[in-house]
């Protein structure tokens, strides 16, 4: 079974070519000083995102298989969202639609109050907080200002600060974790860890910053680089054409005392150990090894996004 309202998230056409860092950067900080949400709008795409590939898990009674003992995690049943929590998301719209059209009518739930202006007091309710200013157009712009700075002297210097009730926990790196919800999307929907890789590799090595690896490599004229044990091993197993990845068989004369070849001058077959075949094991574990970290790292974040903690790593119970 399949995953169709989660998709594996892509790197934007215009970040990977047309814009550079610097750019990329000034666009993200002149929307955030936009912005009226504790944290950036594409960690609200995060958050939304998790919750997602859990509402469409728990529809599809799909689960997850955690350490070593490989015990599965069905969600709605070992691992239960909290839709108390979560009441005012409305749940069935942040499973079927986007997340732009799904914040659009949300946003209010994240975001500061605004400051309103009104030319009548109709709708006024009182509140401790609130301060209500009557103003006079008539006397120029620059007056008004100044009498609404002496208005509110009083509250210069106050450490007041007003959180939304679904309040983000800790830093949280964008790129990192859209790997790895990409990462846990692909693997439920079955597919093949090189493929996944293949997929993902540009975030892969933008994240795990080969060049400071632990293999050294020679380059000649390019001078000495390092990098990480993956790059290097998938290197070495691209330069392996299918039959030297594959299993190679040697015939293996003697009395052979079991199965069909039983008999004096039979033979059996030997797998040899040849270099590719090496290479292809040690690239192969490696990679699975570096997809299941970043399998449980994505378990323990769902984990607390069920419970209605984002983002925060919360182990399972035993």
Same mark, same amino acid.
């Given at each position: 079974?399949?995953?169709?309202?989660?998709?594996?998230?892509?790197?934007r056409?215009?970040?990977?070519?047309?814009?550079?860092?610097?750019?990329?950067?000034?666009?993200?900080?002149l929307?955030?000083?936009? #912005?009226?949400?504790?944290?950036?709008?594409?960690?609200?795409?995060?958050? =939304?995102?998790?919750l997602?590939l @859990?509402?469409?898990?728990?529809? +599809? &009674?799909?689960?997850? /298989?955690?350490?070593?003992?490989?015990?599965?995690?069905?969600?709605? &049943?070992?691992?239960?969202?909290?839709?108390?929590?979560?009441?005012?998301?409305?749940?069935?719209?942040?499973?079927?639609?986007?997340?732009?059209?799904?914040?659009?009518?949300?946003?209010?739930? =994240?975001? +500061?109050?605004? /400051?309103?202006?009104?030319?009548?007091?109709?709708?006024?309710?009182?509140?401790?907080?609130?301060?209500?200013?009557?103003?006079?157009?008539?006397?120029? @712009?620059?007056?008004?200002?100044?009498?609404?700075?002496?208005? @509110?002297?009083?509250?210069?210097? #106050?450490?007041? %600060? @007003?959180?939304? *009730?679904? +309040?983000?926990?800790?830093?949280?790196?964008?790129?990192?974790?859209?790997l790895?919800?990409?990462?846990?999307?692909?693997?439920?929907?079955? %597919?093949?860890?090189?493929?996944?890789?293949?997929?993902? &590799?540009?975030?892969?090595? *933008?994240?795990?910053?080969?060049?400071?690896?632990?293999?050294?490599?020679?380059?000649?004229?390019?001078? =000495?680089?390092?990098?990480?044990?993956?790059?290097?091993?998938? *290197?070495?197993?691209?330069?392996?054409?299918? %039959?030297?990845?594959?299993?190679?068989? /040697?015939?293996?004369?003697?009395?052979?005392?079991?199965?069909?070849?039983?008999?004096?001058? !039979?033979?059996?077959? !030997?797998?040899? &150990?040849?270099?590719?075949?090496?290479?292809?094991?040690? =690239?192969?574990?490696?990679?699975?090894? #570096?997809?299941?970290?970043?399998? !449980?790292?994505?378990?323990?974040?769902?984990?607390?996004?069920s419970?209605?903690?984002?983002?925060?790593?919360?182990?399972?119970?035993?």
């Amino acid at each position: 079974m399949k995953l169709t309202y989660n998709k594996p998230v892509s790197v934007r056409t215009n970040y990977k070519v047309k814009k550079s860092r610097e750019q990329i950067a000034n666009k993200r900080d002149l929307q955030r000083n936009n #912005e009226r949400t504790q944290k950036p709008l594409r960690i609200y795409f995060l958050w =939304f995102l998790n919750l997602k590939l @859990l509402l469409e898990m728990e529809e +599809k &009674k799909m689960c997850f /298989t955690i350490g070593k003992s490989r015990k599965e995690i069905y969600i709605g &049943k070992d691992l239960t969202i909290d839709k108390v929590y979560y009441r005012d998301w409305d749940l069935d719209q942040v499973l079927e639609l986007s997340f732009s059209k799904w914040w659009n009518t949300h946003k209010n739930l =994240f975001q +500061k109050p605004m /400051t309103e202006f009104s030319e009548t007091t109709k709708g006024w309710n009182p509140k401790p907080y609130y301060r209500y200013i009557q103003v006079d157009t008539r006397i120029g @712009l620059r007056s008004i200002i100044r009498d609404v700075r002496t208005g @509110l002297s009083d509250i210069v210097g #106050e450490s007041i %600060e @007003l959180n939304s *009730k679904y +309040k983000v926990f800790g830093d949280v790196h964008y790129d990192n974790e859209i790997l790895r919800y990409n990462v846990i999307v692909r693997i439920l929907n079955g %597919e093949e860890d090189v493929d996944i890789l293949e997929c993902e &590799k540009s975030r892969m090595k *933008k994240i795990e910053k080969s060049n400071r690896g632990s293999i050294g490599v020679d380059e000649g004229s390019k001078g =000495f680089k390092r990098e990480s044990l993956l790059w290097n091993l998938e *290197k070495q197993w691209k330069k392996l054409n299918p %039959e030297e990845r594959g299993i190679q068989n /040697t015939k293996v004369y003697g009395e052979v005392h079991r199965g069909i070849n039983a008999g004096l001058g !039979k033979y059996s077959l !030997k797998v040899k &150990k040849t270099h590719g075949r090496k290479i292809n094991m040690e =690239f192969r574990s490696r990679l699975r090894m #570096e997809l299941s970290r970043y399998t !449980k790292q994505s378990q323990l974040i769902l984990n607390g996004v069920s419970q209605g903690n984002y983002r925060k790593s919360t182990e399972f119970s035993k």
